[in-house]
């Protein structure tokens, strides 16, 4: 199984300011004939499920907000938000759909300091 | 518009069974494959499986293989989660999600706990 490997576990940032959440597959999750990386992050809140924001890699969900945005390609991969709201508080995972079981990171905590 | 419907919280003994539904609404039931995510209290997602929903072919991520079931009913546009001999490790949010190789629909998710 591919393990994704989220770093930190928890962020504190105050509001305004940038929040960079990383994330490291075990192996790489580019494929190259078609060059996308299978690689989504979600947005959980509590009692919600969650909340598909990025896939692709870098391709946006409809109707989430431009300061949300992914990057990175083959191992490594970071989901930044730009101008942090209050609103952004939550949990965050990345998901791999590369290879059979789909894997998610641990998830990391985003606060507001 | 698309909607992803779970049943409600369930409350059982160990060695029970439960069945979680989960009715779709808003496109075509059949063409996306339906996908199952367990979460502990406190804990991170975990990927069960996956039915497909033309053929009704289940298939189950290692653990959850024996006493968990994917079944379908398309005449009614849902699928089903059915958990049998419940142990008290079971107690968790089960979350139904539409798949498009990412999960861009999700219940609401049905919480089951196990509890003498």
């Known amino acids: 199984d591919i393990v994704m490997t989220q770093s930190p576990d928890s962020l504190a940032v105050s509001l305004g300011e940038r929040a960079t959440i990383n994330c490291q597959s075990s192996q790489s999750i580019l494929y190259r004939t078609n060059n996308k990386n299978y690689l989504a992050w979600y947005q959980q809140k509590p009692g919600q499920p969650p909340k598909v924001l990025i896939y692709?890699?870098?391709t946006r969900e409809s109707g989430v907000p431009e300061r949300i945005s992914g990057s990175g390609s083959g191992t490594d991969f970071t989901l930044t938000i730009s101008s942090l709201q209050a609103e952004d508080v939550a949990v965050y995972y990345c998901?791999?759909?590369?290879?059979?079981?789909?894997?998610f990171g641990q998830g990391t905590k985003l606060e507001i300091k | 518009q698309v909607q992803l419907v779970q049943s409600g919280s369930e409350l059982k003994q160990p060695g029970a069974s439960v069945k979680v539904s989960c009715k779709a609404s808003?496109?075509?039931?059949?063409?996306?494959?339906i996908i199952w995510v367990r979460q502990a209290p406190g804990q991170g997602l975990e990927w069960m499986g996956w039915?497909?929903?033309?053929?009704?072919?289940?298939t189950y991520a290692q653990g959850f293989t024996g006493r968990f079931v994917f079944s379908l009913d398309t005449s009614v546009s849902t699928a089903y989660l059915e958990i049998s001999s419940l142990k008290t490790e079971d107690t968790a949010v089960y979350f139904c999600?539409?798949?498009?190789?990412?999960?861009?629909?999700w219940g609401q998710g049905t919480l089951v706990t196990v509890s003498s």
């Open positions: 998901q791999q759909y590369y290879n059979t079981p789909p894997t």
């Open positions: 692709w890699g870098s």
């Open positions: 808003g496109y075509t039931f059949t063409t996306y494959d």
């Open positions: 999600a539409r798949d498009q190789r990412y999960y861009d629909y």
């Open positions: 039915i497909n929903t033309n053929t009704g072919k289940p």
